[in-house]
């Protein structure tokens, strides 16, 4: 805890930074609670049957403005992940997020910005071999926690985004390359663990269709090297392909959006890991979702939404046909009011529930059921 108030505190200097030329700095940050329970049936790492999981999530950031063309950021937080399990063997793992950087540049203002990102390793990069499981439960992308991982070894890297106008339409182009750095994620392992580096490349299209409708278009492709284990050449995350789609459409004073987004991860990897059983088989997660923006006042805005996701993945390397892996719907609301011209406050509340299927094997179980709540307070200053 001692680790996580200091890089709160670390964030929060930065924000008290003087602003250059009468611009001002951008805080937020956040609490999310959530809790899932879990039919009976659903084992983690081989061990007692999974009961509940429970995350407290508070994560901050502050934006600093430096002249009329740079721009700082930073991030970090707290998590704790508790799982609750049949056998009354109940397990906590908490600390401090990794503290992450992006260094901008208005190269081209409107149209081109260069930028450069890190990652301090101030999370929890290292676990005891019991604690795997926590950590693989965290990657679920049926559930969709707020925070997937609680710390690392660090990275570098840097990229680009720009908009080139096109008509009443822009199109955008991006790229990022993520180097990853070595670290040690288990207590008394031998060698250490480095992930593959990463490069993605960024496109989208968005303009009007009407006077009332606003529509985006955005692709990723992701293309990662394998892990390295004491520099011998193991598993990773594999190379994906990411689609999004979005309407807004107003309706009457409100605005409808509706949104669908898929995430192919073309290689199959399931198998023992450096970091945990191995979550990340060859798989395909299909979502789509609806939010309704209703402003009640001039300062308030509430928006009920709701979320439905479908996983697929294949149950090993030899059987790589993808199979259905879960299901869930999420639905809630947000209450949002503002404070002041520059303050802002968030509500959310929502409900999940679903099944996941039970692993054991190399082969795909029954269904296991489960169900849960997210609740979330977001505090923001914004220029």
Same mark, same amino acid.
């Given at each position: 805890?001692?680790?996580?108030?200091? =890089?709160?505190?670390?964030?929060?200097?930065?924000?008290?930074?003087?602003?250059?030329? %009468?611009?001002?700095? /951008?805080?937020?940050?956040?609490?999310?609670?959530?809790?899932?329970?879990?039919?009976?049936?659903?084992?983690?790492?081989?061990?007692?049957?999974?009961?509940?999981?429970?995350?407290?999530?508070?994560? =901050?950031?502050?934006?600093?403005?430096?002249?009329?063309?740079? /721009?700082?950021?930073?991030?970090?937080?707290?998590?704790?992940?508790?799982? /609750?399990?049949?056998? %009354?063997?109940?397990?906590?793992?908490?600390?401090?997020?990794?503290?992450?950087?992006?260094?901008?540049?208005?190269?081209? &203002?409107?149209?081109?910005?260069?930028?450069?990102?890190? $990652?301090?390793?101030?999370?929890?990069?290292? =676990?005891?071999?019991?604690?795997?499981?926590?950590?693989?439960? *965290? $990657?679920?992308?049926?559930?969709?926690?707020?925070?997937?991982?609680?710390?690392?070894?660090?990275?570098?890297?840097?990229?680009?985004?720009?908009?080139?106008?096109?008509?009443?339409?822009?199109?955008?182009?991006?790229?990022?390359?993520?180097?990853?750095?070595?670290?040690?994620?288990?207590?008394?392992?031998?060698?250490?663990?480095?992930?593959?580096?990463?490069?993605?490349?960024?496109?989208?299209?968005?303009?009007?269709?009407?006077?009332?409708?606003?529509?985006?278009?955005?692709?990723?492709?992701?293309?990662?090297?394998?892990?390295?284990?004491?520099?011998?050449?193991?598993?990773?995350?594999?190379?994906?392909?990411?689609?999004?789609?979005? #309407?807004?459409?107003?309706?009457?004073?409100?605005?409808?959006?509706?949104?669908?987004?898929?995430?192919?991860?073309?290689?199959? !990897?399931?198998?023992?890991?450096?970091?945990?059983?191995?979550?990340?088989?060859?798989?395909? *997660?299909?979502? %789509?979702?609806?939010? *309704?923006?209703?402003?009640?006042? &001039?300062?308030?805005?509430? $928006?009920?939404?709701?979320?439905?996701?479908?996983?697929?993945?294949?149950?090993?390397?030899?059987?790589?046909?993808?199979?259905?892996?879960?299901?869930?719907?999420?639905? %809630?609301?947000?209450? !949002?009011? $503002?404070?002041?011209?520059?303050?802002?406050?968030? #509500?959310?509340?929502?409900?999940?529930?679903?099944?996941?299927?039970?692993?054991?094997?190399?082969?795909?179980?029954?269904?296991?059921?489960?169900?849960?709540?997210?609740?979330?307070?977001?505090?923001?200053?914004?220029?």
């Amino acid at each position: 805890m001692t680790r996580a108030v200091l =890089v709160i505190a670390l964030v929060g200097t930065v924000a008290a930074v003087a602003p250059v030329e %009468g611009q001002q700095a /951008e805080g937020r940050t956040a609490v999310f609670f959530e809790r899932y329970v879990f039919d009976a049936g659903l084992t983690l790492g081989g061990q007692t049957e999974l009961a509940a999981v429970s995350e407290l999530t508070i994560p =901050v950031g502050v934006t600093v403005p430096l002249g009329r063309s740079f /721009e700082l950021a930073l991030s970090s937080g707290f998590a704790s992940v508790r799982v /609750e399990r049949s056998g %009354g063997d109940n397990q906590t793992v908490s600390g401090a997020l990794d503290t992450e950087a992006r260094f901008s540049w208005q190269a081209v &203002p409107g149209n081109l910005v260069v930028f450069v990102t890190g $990652a301090v390793p101030t999370g929890v990069e290292t =676990v005891q071999q019991d604690e795997l499981g926590v950590l693989s439960l *965290l $990657a679920s992308d049926i559930i969709g926690f707020s925070a997937t991982t609680l710390g690392t070894g660090g990275n570098v890297g840097g990229g680009f985004a720009g908009a080139i106008p096109v008509g009443r339409w822009a199109v955008g182009l991006g790229g990022n390359f993520r180097e990853p750095l070595s670290y040690t994620p288990v207590t008394g392992q031998l060698g250490k663990l480095r992930p593959g580096r990463e490069l993605r490349l960024r496109t989208g299209l968005e303009g009007p269709l009407g006077q009332r409708s606003y529509v985006r278009i955005a692709g990723i492709f992701a293309f990662r090297a394998k892990d390295e284990l004491a520099e011998s050449t193991t598993n990773g995350v594999g190379n994906r392909v990411m689609g999004y789609l979005s #309407l807004d459409q107003g309706v009457g004073n409100a605005s409808l959006t509706l949104y669908v987004f898929d995430v192919f991860r073309a290689d199959p !990897r399931l198998e023992e890991t450096a970091v945990g059983t191995g979550v990340l088989p060859r798989s395909n *997660l299909l979502a %789509g979702g609806a939010r *309704l923006n209703v402003p009640v006042t &001039p300062r308030t805005t509430f $928006a009920p939404r709701m979320e439905l996701r479908n996983s697929w993945a294949a149950a090993s390397e030899v059987d790589t046909s993808l199979r259905t892996a879960g299901r869930s719907l999420r639905v %809630g609301a947000d209450l !949002r009011q $503002a404070l002041h011209e520059r303050l802002s406050l968030a #509500l959310q509340a929502g409900g999940i529930f679903g099944f996941v299927k039970q692993l054991g094997d190399q082969q795909f179980g029954g269904n296991v059921d489960f169900s849960g709540f997210r609740a979330a307070l977001h505090l923001e200053v914004t220029p």
